[in-house]
């Protein structure tokens, strides 16, 4: 079992940037965030794998940047240039079955969630 918690969320103006950090339990090859709006899917926005294998949403694709640290079991997310329909609810999550690519975007532990919102 992988716990999962995310914490960096918060208020931003159009255009502002917020990092996302998450703490993980355990090692997991595969890392991503995901995010979700009431109503809607919950839907993958970048994956990392341990060897630095990185993949993004079309719609964050040169704003958003993933990275991971290995040692300390740890995810990041750096956010640009925040759009106002880039505010959900952000999740952490990993993949320790290891059946998928981790762009696949199938992952079977998530945290808790990281309010973002971005005011336009």
């Known amino acids: 079992q992988v716990q999962l918690a995310e914490s960096g969320g918060g208020s931003v103006q159009a255009g502002g940037s917020l990092r996302l950090s998450c703490a993980a339990s355990?090692?997991?090859?595969?890392l991503a965030w995901f995010r979700q709006v009431p109503g809607k899917e919950r839907e993958g926005v970048a994956s990392?794998?341990?060897?630095?294998?990185?993949s993004y949403a079309y719609s964050v694709k040169g704003r958003f940047t993933i990275s991971r640290d290995n040692a300390k079991n740890a995810l990041y997310l750096q956010m640009n240039n925040l759009k106002p329909e880039d505010s959900a609810m952000y999740y952490c999550?990993?993949?320790?079955?290891?059946?998928?690519?981790?762009?696949?975007?199938?992952?079977?532990?998530y945290g808790q969630g990281t309010q973002v919102t971005v005011q336009g």
């Open positions: 990392i794998s341990a060897n630095a294998e990185i």
């Open positions: 999550a990993a993949d320790a079955l290891g059946a998928h690519r981790c762009s696949e975007f199938v992952y079977n532990y």
């Open positions: 355990r090692y997991a090859y595969c």
